[in-house]
Protein backbone atom coordinates (compact mmCIF):
# COMPACT_ATOMS: atom_id res chain seq x y z
CA UNK A 1 0.00 0.00 0.00
CA UNK A 2 1.20 3.25 -1.12
CA UNK A 3 1.51 5.97 1.92
CA UNK A 4 2.53 9.26 -0.10
CA UNK A 5 1.46 11.84 3.23
CA UNK A 6 2.45 9.66 6.25
CA UNK A 7 1.55 12.87 8.07
CA UNK A 8 -1.78 12.58 6.91
CA UNK A 9 -2.03 9.07 7.52
CA UNK A 10 -1.36 9.28 10.79
CA UNK A 11 -4.04 11.46 11.43
CA UNK A 12 -6.73 9.56 10.17
CA UNK A 13 -5.42 6.71 12.26
CA UNK A 14 -4.94 9.08 15.57
CA UNK A 15 -9.28 10.03 14.58
CA UNK A 16 -10.21 6.63 13.56
CA UNK A 17 -8.42 3.99 14.83
CA UNK A 18 -6.26 1.33 13.03
CA UNK A 19 -9.05 -1.51 13.79
CA UNK A 20 -11.65 0.36 12.33
CA UNK A 21 -9.72 1.15 9.54
CA UNK A 22 -8.41 -2.14 8.58
CA UNK A 23 -11.98 -3.24 7.62
CA UNK A 24 -12.04 -0.82 4.63
CA UNK A 25 -8.67 -2.50 2.91
CA UNK A 26 -10.19 -6.10 3.16
CA UNK A 27 -10.99 -5.75 -0.20
CA UNK A 28 -6.99 -4.50 -1.33
CA UNK A 29 -5.22 -7.50 0.38
CA UNK A 30 -3.82 -9.75 -2.19
CA UNK A 31 -5.39 -13.76 -1.70
CA UNK A 32 -2.80 -16.60 -0.55
CA UNK A 33 -2.90 -19.97 -1.66
CA UNK A 34 -2.71 -22.09 1.81
CA UNK A 35 -1.64 -25.80 1.71
CA UNK A 36 -4.84 -27.35 1.57
CA UNK A 37 -5.19 -25.47 -1.63
CA UNK A 38 -7.56 -23.12 -0.20
CA UNK A 39 -7.20 -19.23 -0.28
CA UNK A 40 -6.98 -16.48 2.49
CA UNK A 41 -6.25 -13.19 2.82
CA UNK A 42 -2.54 -12.36 2.55
CA UNK A 43 -1.08 -9.19 4.38
CA UNK A 44 0.11 -8.01 1.45
CA UNK A 45 -2.00 -5.49 -0.89
CA UNK A 46 -2.33 -5.82 -4.77
CA UNK A 47 -0.63 -3.76 -6.84
CA UNK A 48 -1.47 -0.11 -7.39
CA UNK A 49 -3.22 0.16 -3.68
CA UNK A 50 -2.62 3.93 -2.10
CA UNK A 51 -4.17 4.69 1.42
CA UNK A 52 -6.53 6.53 0.19
CA UNK A 53 -8.49 4.09 -1.10
CA UNK A 54 -9.51 2.94 2.55
CA UNK A 55 -10.48 5.99 3.39
CA UNK A 56 -12.05 7.50 0.27
CA UNK A 57 -14.37 4.41 1.02
CA UNK A 58 -14.55 5.04 4.48
CA UNK A 59 -16.43 8.74 3.84
CA UNK A 60 -18.58 6.37 1.31
CA UNK A 61 -19.82 4.24 4.24
CA UNK A 62 -20.01 7.31 6.21
CA UNK A 63 -22.19 8.98 3.74
CA UNK A 64 -24.11 5.52 3.35
CA UNK A 65 -24.75 4.89 6.76
CA UNK A 66 -26.13 8.87 6.82
CA UNK A 67 -28.49 8.11 3.61
CA UNK A 68 -30.04 4.49 5.10
CA UNK A 69 -30.56 6.72 8.63
CA UNK A 70 -32.73 9.43 6.82
CA UNK A 71 -35.21 6.38 4.65
CA UNK A 72 -35.12 4.48 7.84
CA UNK A 73 -36.63 7.09 9.96
CA UNK A 74 -38.85 8.14 7.04
CA UNK A 75 -40.33 4.00 6.96
CA UNK A 76 -40.12 3.99 10.82
CA UNK A 77 -42.74 6.88 11.35
CA UNK A 78 -44.85 5.97 8.24
CA UNK A 79 -44.96 2.00 9.77
CA UNK A 80 -45.43 3.80 13.56
CA UNK A 81 -48.71 6.03 12.28
CA UNK A 82 -49.95 3.22 10.00
CA UNK A 83 -50.11 0.41 13.22
CA UNK A 84 -51.80 3.14 15.23
CA UNK A 85 -54.16 3.54 12.46
CA UNK A 86 -55.02 -0.49 12.06
CA UNK A 87 -54.94 -1.52 15.34
CA UNK A 88 -56.27 1.81 17.27
CA UNK A 89 -59.61 1.35 14.65
CA UNK A 90 -60.80 -1.33 17.01
CA UNK A 91 -60.15 0.08 20.51
CA UNK A 92 -58.15 3.19 21.36
CA UNK A 93 -55.81 0.78 23.99
CA UNK A 94 -55.94 -2.06 21.46
CA UNK A 95 -52.27 -2.59 22.57
CA UNK A 96 -53.42 -4.09 25.65
CA UNK A 97 -55.95 -6.42 24.60
CA UNK A 98 -55.31 -9.57 23.76
CA UNK A 99 -58.24 -10.55 21.82
CA UNK A 100 -57.17 -8.12 19.52
CA UNK A 101 -53.74 -9.52 18.52
CA UNK A 102 -52.21 -12.85 17.22
CA UNK A 103 -52.82 -15.66 19.83
CA UNK A 104 -48.72 -16.67 19.47
CA UNK A 105 -48.45 -13.17 20.58
CA UNK A 106 -50.19 -13.52 23.61
CA UNK A 107 -49.62 -17.02 24.93
CA UNK A 108 -46.48 -18.14 26.34
CA UNK A 109 -44.53 -20.46 24.02
CA UNK A 110 -43.50 -22.82 27.31
CA UNK A 111 -46.18 -23.67 29.35
CA UNK A 112 -43.27 -23.60 32.28
CA UNK A 113 -43.49 -19.61 31.62
CA UNK A 114 -46.39 -17.19 32.35
CA UNK A 115 -44.97 -14.42 30.59
CA UNK A 116 -45.96 -14.32 26.81
CA UNK A 117 -44.16 -12.09 24.28
CA UNK A 118 -47.16 -9.80 24.62
CA UNK A 119 -46.65 -9.28 28.11
CA UNK A 120 -43.17 -8.69 28.42
CA UNK A 121 -43.64 -6.22 25.26
CA UNK A 122 -46.02 -4.43 27.24
CA UNK A 123 -43.90 -4.50 30.29
CA UNK A 124 -41.20 -2.68 28.66
CA UNK A 125 -44.07 -0.20 26.65
CA UNK A 126 -44.84 0.78 30.24
CA UNK A 127 -41.27 1.36 31.66
CA UNK A 128 -41.12 4.04 28.35
CA UNK A 129 -44.15 5.59 29.52
CA UNK A 130 -43.36 6.37 32.56
CA UNK A 131 -39.68 7.56 32.34
CA UNK A 132 -40.11 9.46 29.12
CA UNK A 133 -39.34 12.76 29.56
CA UNK A 134 -40.62 13.47 25.81
CA UNK A 135 -43.11 16.68 26.13
CA UNK A 136 -45.83 14.68 25.42
CA UNK A 137 -45.60 11.90 27.38
CA UNK A 138 -44.53 14.31 31.17
CA UNK A 139 -48.39 16.02 29.42
CA UNK A 140 -50.04 12.67 29.26
CA UNK A 141 -49.06 11.42 32.66
CA UNK A 142 -49.60 14.55 34.46
CA UNK A 143 -53.10 14.87 33.45
CA UNK A 144 -53.84 11.47 33.39
CA UNK A 145 -51.97 9.93 36.04
CA UNK A 146 -51.82 5.84 36.27
CA UNK A 147 -53.77 5.72 32.73
CA UNK A 148 -52.48 3.37 30.00
CA UNK A 149 -51.46 5.62 26.81
CA UNK A 150 -53.70 5.33 23.69
CA UNK A 151 -52.73 3.73 21.05
CA UNK A 152 -51.65 6.35 18.82
CA UNK A 153 -49.63 8.22 21.66
CA UNK A 154 -47.62 5.00 22.88
CA UNK A 155 -46.46 4.48 19.12
CA UNK A 156 -44.69 7.58 19.67
CA UNK A 157 -42.68 5.43 22.37
CA UNK A 158 -41.54 2.99 19.62
CA UNK A 159 -38.21 2.78 17.54
CA UNK A 160 -37.67 -0.47 15.00
CA UNK A 161 -36.94 -2.19 17.89
CA UNK A 162 -40.09 -2.79 20.20
CA UNK A 163 -42.24 -2.00 16.97
CA UNK A 164 -41.39 -4.55 14.49
CA UNK A 165 -42.18 -7.85 16.76
CA UNK A 166 -45.66 -5.67 17.77
CA UNK A 167 -46.19 -6.02 14.07
CA UNK A 168 -45.72 -9.49 13.63
CA UNK A 169 -47.91 -9.96 16.83
CA UNK A 170 -50.69 -8.31 15.28
CA UNK A 171 -53.78 -10.08 13.15
CA UNK A 172 -53.43 -10.86 9.79
CA UNK A 173 -56.03 -8.94 8.62
CA UNK A 174 -54.50 -5.75 10.51
CA UNK A 175 -51.44 -6.24 8.89
CA UNK A 176 -53.32 -6.86 5.84
CA UNK A 177 -54.49 -3.17 6.05
CA UNK A 178 -51.06 -1.93 7.24
CA UNK A 179 -49.29 -4.00 3.79
CA UNK A 180 -52.49 -1.65 1.70
CA UNK A 181 -50.98 1.63 2.56
CA UNK A 182 -47.22 0.41 0.41
CA UNK A 183 -48.86 -1.16 -2.68
CA UNK A 184 -50.41 -4.18 -1.29
CA UNK A 185 -48.04 -6.18 -0.28
CA UNK A 186 -48.10 -9.67 1.51
CA UNK A 187 -47.75 -9.18 5.67
CA UNK A 188 -45.33 -11.79 5.25
CA UNK A 189 -42.81 -9.17 3.87
CA UNK A 190 -43.74 -5.82 5.99
CA UNK A 191 -43.11 -8.40 8.93
CA UNK A 192 -39.88 -9.50 7.74
CA UNK A 193 -38.44 -6.24 6.12
CA UNK A 194 -39.30 -3.91 9.62
CA UNK A 195 -37.15 -6.73 11.25
CA UNK A 196 -34.69 -6.43 8.83
CA UNK A 197 -34.80 -2.95 8.79
CA UNK A 198 -34.80 -2.84 12.71
CA UNK A 199 -31.19 -4.28 12.53
CA UNK A 200 -29.95 -2.52 9.95
CA UNK A 201 -30.58 0.78 12.02
CA UNK A 202 -28.82 -0.37 14.75
CA UNK A 203 -26.17 -0.82 12.65
CA UNK A 204 -26.18 2.78 11.57
CA UNK A 205 -27.12 3.48 15.70
CA UNK A 206 -23.56 2.51 16.58
CA UNK A 207 -21.59 4.09 13.96
CA UNK A 208 -20.91 0.81 12.45
CA UNK A 209 -19.92 -0.45 8.85
CA UNK A 210 -22.39 -1.12 5.93
CA UNK A 211 -20.51 -1.66 3.15
CA UNK A 212 -19.41 -5.56 2.06
CA UNK A 213 -20.91 -6.63 5.21
CA UNK A 214 -23.55 -9.76 5.85
CA UNK A 215 -27.26 -8.49 6.70
CA UNK A 216 -27.85 -10.06 10.19
CA UNK A 217 -31.45 -10.08 9.89
CA UNK A 218 -32.15 -11.14 6.37
CA UNK A 219 -35.38 -9.41 4.64
CA UNK A 220 -37.79 -11.97 2.68
CA UNK A 221 -37.93 -11.55 -0.88
CA UNK A 222 -41.08 -11.29 -3.05
CA UNK A 223 -41.80 -13.84 -5.44
CA UNK A 224 -40.78 -13.13 -8.85
CA UNK A 225 -43.27 -11.13 -10.72
CA UNK A 226 -44.99 -10.73 -7.26
CA UNK A 227 -43.15 -6.70 -7.23
CA UNK A 228 -41.77 -6.00 -10.45
CA UNK A 229 -39.53 -3.48 -9.24
CA UNK A 230 -37.54 -6.02 -6.85
CA UNK A 231 -37.47 -8.84 -9.69
CA UNK A 232 -33.76 -7.66 -10.07
CA UNK A 233 -32.90 -9.22 -6.72
CA UNK A 234 -34.33 -12.86 -7.73
CA UNK A 235 -31.36 -12.94 -10.32
CA UNK A 236 -28.44 -12.17 -7.57
CA UNK A 237 -27.11 -15.30 -5.46
CA UNK A 238 -27.38 -14.38 -1.67
CA UNK A 239 -29.60 -11.48 -2.86
CA UNK A 240 -31.03 -11.06 0.97
CA UNK A 241 -27.37 -11.40 2.33
CA UNK A 242 -26.19 -7.82 1.15
CA UNK A 243 -27.13 -4.44 2.05
CA UNK A 244 -28.55 -3.81 -1.43
CA UNK A 245 -31.52 -5.83 -0.75
CA UNK A 246 -32.31 -3.66 2.03
CA UNK A 247 -31.31 -0.21 0.22
CA UNK A 248 -34.16 -1.47 -2.83
CA UNK A 249 -36.93 -2.57 -0.43
CA UNK A 250 -36.36 0.97 1.36
CA UNK A 251 -36.35 2.55 -2.12
CA UNK A 252 -40.08 1.16 -2.81
CA UNK A 253 -41.29 1.81 0.77
CA UNK A 254 -40.51 5.55 0.21
CA UNK A 255 -41.69 5.37 -3.14
CA UNK A 256 -45.35 4.69 -1.67
CA UNK A 257 -44.40 7.12 1.28
CA UNK A 258 -43.12 10.02 -0.32
CA UNK A 259 -43.43 9.81 -4.39
CA UNK A 260 -41.50 13.13 -4.91
CA UNK A 261 -38.25 11.81 -2.90
CA UNK A 262 -35.27 12.76 -4.05
CA UNK A 263 -33.51 9.83 -1.65
CA UNK A 264 -32.78 7.64 -4.48
CA UNK A 265 -30.89 10.32 -6.55
CA UNK A 266 -28.90 11.32 -3.11
CA UNK A 267 -27.49 7.58 -2.67
CA UNK A 268 -26.75 6.99 -6.46
CA UNK A 269 -24.60 10.25 -6.76
CA UNK A 270 -22.36 8.97 -3.69
CA UNK A 271 -22.21 5.85 -5.36
CA UNK A 272 -20.68 7.42 -8.37
CA UNK A 273 -19.24 10.56 -6.62
CA UNK A 274 -16.99 7.16 -4.81
CA UNK A 275 -16.31 5.36 -8.19
CA UNK A 276 -14.85 8.69 -9.26
CA UNK A 277 -12.45 9.15 -7.15
CA UNK A 278 -10.94 5.69 -7.00
CA UNK A 279 -7.80 6.23 -9.69
CA UNK A 280 -7.15 2.45 -9.78
CA UNK A 281 -9.39 0.53 -12.39
CA UNK A 282 -8.47 -2.84 -11.18
CA UNK A 283 -9.46 -1.79 -7.74
CA UNK A 284 -12.47 0.04 -9.06
CA UNK A 285 -13.79 -3.41 -10.46
CA UNK A 286 -13.08 -4.76 -7.48
CA UNK A 287 -15.25 -2.26 -5.56
CA UNK A 288 -17.92 -3.31 -8.39
CA UNK A 289 -18.04 -6.83 -7.68
CA UNK A 290 -17.56 -6.86 -3.98
CA UNK A 291 -19.34 -3.17 -2.99
CA UNK A 292 -23.37 -3.69 -2.23
CA UNK A 293 -24.63 -0.84 -5.26
CA UNK A 294 -23.67 -2.48 -7.86
CA UNK A 295 -26.97 -3.14 -9.28
CA UNK A 296 -27.33 0.42 -9.47
CA UNK A 297 -26.53 1.26 -13.30
CA UNK A 298 -29.02 -1.79 -14.09
CA UNK A 299 -32.29 -1.04 -12.01
CA UNK A 300 -34.90 1.24 -13.08
CA UNK A 301 -35.63 1.52 -9.18
CA UNK A 302 -32.75 3.75 -8.82
CA UNK A 303 -32.95 5.23 -11.83
CA UNK A 304 -32.21 9.03 -11.43
CA UNK A 305 -35.44 11.33 -11.88
CA UNK A 306 -36.04 13.42 -14.89
CA UNK A 307 -36.31 17.52 -14.66
CA UNK A 308 -39.95 18.03 -15.40
CA UNK A 309 -40.01 20.41 -18.50
CA UNK A 310 -41.35 23.20 -16.64
CA UNK A 311 -38.50 22.96 -14.57
CA UNK A 312 -35.99 22.90 -17.36
CA UNK A 313 -37.87 26.05 -18.96
CA UNK A 314 -37.51 27.80 -15.89
CA UNK A 315 -34.12 27.30 -16.17
CA UNK A 316 -33.43 28.31 -19.27
CA UNK A 317 -35.80 31.65 -18.60
CA UNK A 318 -33.30 32.71 -15.88
CA UNK A 319 -29.99 31.86 -17.69
CA UNK A 320 -31.39 33.92 -20.31
CA UNK A 321 -31.63 37.01 -18.17
CA UNK A 322 -28.27 36.83 -16.68
CA UNK A 323 -27.02 36.42 -20.48
CA UNK A 324 -28.45 39.35 -21.51
CA UNK A 325 -27.72 41.01 -18.16
CA UNK A 326 -31.28 42.32 -17.16
CA UNK A 327 -31.71 42.62 -13.74
CA UNK A 328 -35.52 43.36 -12.01
CA UNK A 329 -36.23 46.50 -10.25
CA UNK A 330 -37.24 44.19 -7.09
CA UNK A 331 -36.81 40.90 -5.50
CA UNK A 332 -40.49 40.44 -5.38
CA UNK A 333 -41.30 40.95 -8.95
CA UNK A 334 -38.44 38.55 -9.87
CA UNK A 335 -39.96 35.73 -7.74
CA UNK A 336 -43.56 36.78 -9.36
CA UNK A 337 -41.77 36.87 -13.07
CA UNK A 338 -40.12 33.13 -12.71
CA UNK A 339 -43.61 31.84 -10.75
CA UNK A 340 -45.48 32.18 -14.35
CA UNK A 341 -43.23 29.49 -15.26
Not at 183 to 194: C, E, F
Not at 263 to 286: C, E, K, M, P, Y
Amino acid sequence: MAVPDVPKADEYLQQIGYYRLSAYWYPFRKLVQQQDNSFALGNAFKAGTQFKHSTNLYAFDKGLRLLVLDAIERIEISVRTEVALSIGRHDPRAQCEPALLDKRFTTAKNPAFVDSMHTGWLRKLDERAATSKEEFAVHFRTKNPGETMPVWIAVELLDFGPLSPFLSGMRYSDVQAISASYGGLRPLLIKSWTRSLSGIRNVCAHHSRHWNKPLVDQPALPNHGEIPDLDHLSQMAGANRRLYAALAIMRLLLKQINPRTNWADRLRLIWRNFLQHQTSRSVTRGFRRIGPLCHFGTSDLFALRRPRLHHLFRHAVKGFLCLIGFKFPCYSLKLFVLSLF
